[in-house]
């Protein structure tokens, strides 16, 4: 029955004169995400609206799925799109739609008619009660109420005619690419997946860079990682995941620094790494998924210590997020499954047994001069030997 679907959007629509610019990346968005549902698709902007009209056989509920996964979107509306021939011709497709879609005929229902296209011979009020007293006519159940309808009936009169009454909830925020890039630090945990999703809802383009430690981690371990990336992609567009060797770094660490600190100092030289790949693909931020208090790493006192080291601004999507409500996230994006998989990654393996919860930044420094012999070296072999990986 439907051919075609009405896209609403939200904040975009009080961007003044840049308006046109959302709605282009929205629109852009939108093919891409249509480009792995079978069928053909025509998106397409027409007098303030976004269409996608279905040019051949699709599947109804893997298209909707796709488009809720577009940032930007606030409503999804099926639509029957007709041809303009006559007010009888209508009031026969009005009827018709509703004897398909609302097939009780034991509710309460308004007309909306928005007639955009103005040489029309009738106007919204005409056509918002002659199409009302039609509908009450054919289907003996119906009641009108115009304060509170449990069913209200859109219909638009523009170059086609579009009548639709129900709204599937779309993800919101804004188009991805529309606020700039940022680097997201992403483990095989539950929190950076989450938070990378949460800065791309804000209409940030991602990047990603892990931190792999073979032999002390696994293939396994990095595939979970690929496969994470791969699951938040389907949001945020392609990531470039950049892994990172860091076993030499994190056993120089280990060999040369104090344990109780050794999770702080490498999470240091994490920052650093991250933030040359940040600086060298245009990237005006970086991402993590700590939340405070969460473990030791992510006391206030630790965040200024890690912090301390970049000149790029650190973004914290789930900063004031409990454990419960980061796992509820990654259950609604389809995350979690994957981030509790038994393959351990660098961060909780080199763990110390007795952490420093309240770091002093100028021991730490005191502490990392005594890797100042080699660790410039490991830094730079490190960042040469970096494997990048397209993910979509």
């Known amino acids: 029955m439907f051919k075609a679907f009405l896209i609403k959007y939200g904040e975009i629509g ?52 796709a488009l809720q996964r577009v940032f930007g979107i606030v409503g999804i509306c099926p639509v029957v799109k007709v041809d303009d021939d006559g007010f009888d011709s209508l009031a026969s497709n009005v009827i018709d739609y ?16 928005r007639r955009a296209r103005k040489n029309y011979p009738m106007t919204s009020m005409e056509l918002n009660c002659d199409l009302g007293e039609r509908i009450l006519e054919a289907f003996d159940g ?52 989450v938070a990378g999703y949460m800065i791309s809802k804000r209409g940030v383009k991602i990047d990603a860079v892990y931190f792999h430690a073979p032999p002390y981690t696994s293939e396994r371990a990095k595939q979970k990682v690929v496969d994470l990336a791969k699951l938040v ?51 005006l931020g970086l991402i993590t998924g700590e939340s405070i208090g969460q473990v030791a790493s992510q006391t206030m006192q630790s965040l200024a210590a890690t912090n301390e080291v970049c000149t790029l601004p650190v973004f914290r999507p789930v900063i004031g997020f409990d454990k419960q409500e980061i796992v509820d996230v990654s259950l609604k994006i389809g995350t979690y499954e994957t981030s509790i998989l038994p393959f351990e990654d660098c961060c909780t393996i080199f763990v110390a047994k007795h952490p420093v919860t309240k770091p002093n930044i100028n021991i730490i420094k005191r502490s990392e001069v005594s890797l100042e012999e080699k660790i410039e070296e490991l830094m730079k072999t490190a960042i040469e030997t970096t494997e990048t990986i397209w993910v979509e």
């Open 14 to 65: 009080i961007k003044g004169k840049n308006r046109y610019l959302f709605e282009d990346a929205l629109v852009k968005q939108i093919r891409h995400a249509l480009k792995e549902v079978e069928g053909e698709f025509y998106v397409h902007k027409e007098q303030g609206r976004i269409y996608v009209d279905c040019l051949s056989v699709f599947d109804f509920e893997e298209t909707v799925e």
């Open 98 to 113: 509703m004897s398909q879609v609302h097939p009780d005929n034991n509710q309460t229902f308004k007309v909306n008619a």
């Open 142 to 193: 119906m009641k009108v109420d115009v304060h509170k309808p449990e069913i209200l009936l859109n219909v638009e009169i523009r170059e086609k005619i579009y009548i639709y009454s129900k709204i599937i909830p779309g993800p919101g925020g804004m188009p991805v690419g529309t606020n700039g890039k940022a680097m997201l630090l992403l483990s095989g945990g539950i929190d950076s997946p």
């Open 233 to 283: 992609s389907r949001y945020s567009g392609p990531i470039n995941l950049h892994v990172v060797n860091f076993t030499d770094i994190q056993l120089y660490i280990y060999d040369k620094c104090p344990h109780e600190e050794l999770t702080i100092i490498m999470r240091r030289y994490m920052m650093r790494i991250a933030e040359h790949f940040a600086k060298e693909t245009g990237c």
